[in-house]
């Protein structure tokens, strides 16, 4: 009974680099979204996605970021050329429908 | 905008002690309100939650009642264990969007023996 699937679970990157956040949703599930804690402060909403499709991208930044769901494989939360304020837990969820499961969380630590 | 505001931890009480944690709410419309938590290297998960005004969500020895008068979720619990050792989030979601969950920066719990 696999839960929702994060890796890596810590990853450093220098400042420039490109870092690339893996999601494996609960067999079955077919909507993922993801979500960013920056230190001392709550989750904030990033992106919703269905399988190829991108629902609601509002809480991306508008550059340097990028989400996919593939038909196959897991989601992927890309961001390029990563700046020390990048520093956070990501977290992902997924859901069959509305209530929304968990993943433990990647965090990224740009030097 | 919505917004949520939990008490800041760490909490730390002793087992079998009486636990509140603060949660307020500020919203435009009807939200849902949630408590999640998140025990150490876990993803976060759902404990309680309520949809409705004077509504008790409760699970696990948790409860919390969603009071509209003072726009209040207070998580509550009469005795904790060592293994309620976890970070708590409160969270509500926008009437319009089943999806979009607004959080709380989260209170970390911890419970000594």
């Known amino acids: 009974n696999a839960g929702v699937m994060q890796n890596p679970r810590h990853l450093v990157r220098r400042r420039g680099q490109e870092a690339r956040l893996r999601c494996s949703p609960v067999?079955?599930?077919?909507?993922v979204y993801w979500y960013r804690q920056l230190p001392e402060e709550g989750l904030k909403f990033m992106v919703y996605?269905?399988?190829?499709?991108?629902?609601?991208e509002s809480g991306m930044p508008k550059e340097r970021f990028s989400a996919e769901f593939p038909k196959e494989g897991p989601s992927i939360l890309r961001i390029q050329q990563v700046v020390r304020g990048d520093s956070a837990a990501y977290f992902c969820?997924?859901?069959?429908?509305?209530?929304?499961?968990f993943g433990p969380g990647t965090r990224l630590t740009v030097l | 905008g919505d917004s949520v505001t939990q008490m800041e931890g760490p909490v730390t009480l002793s087992e079998e002690a009486f636990l509140t944690i603060n949660c307020t709410y500020t919203?435009?419309?009807?939200?849902?309100l949630f408590w999640y938590v998140q025990y150490p290297g876990e993803g976060l998960q759902l404990l309680l939650k309520a949809t409705k005004a004077d509504d008790k969500g409760s699970n696990k020895g948790f409860e919390a009642t969603y009071r509209k008068e003072t726009t209040s979720f207070h998580l509550e619990k009469g005795s904790v264990q060592v293994s309620d050792s976890a970070v708590y989030f409160c969270?509500?979601?926008?009437?319009?969007?089943?999806?979009?969950?607004?959080w709380g920066a989260g209170t970390k719990l911890i419970i000594k023996p």
């Open positions: 919203a435009t419309g009807y939200p849902s």
């Open positions: 969270a509500l979601s926008d009437q319009g969007s089943n999806y979009q969950l607004i």
């Open positions: 067999k079955g599930h077919s909507h």
């Open positions: 996605l269905q399988k190829e499709n991108i629902i609601d």
């Open positions: 969820a997924s859901s069959p429908q509305s209530e929304q499961f």
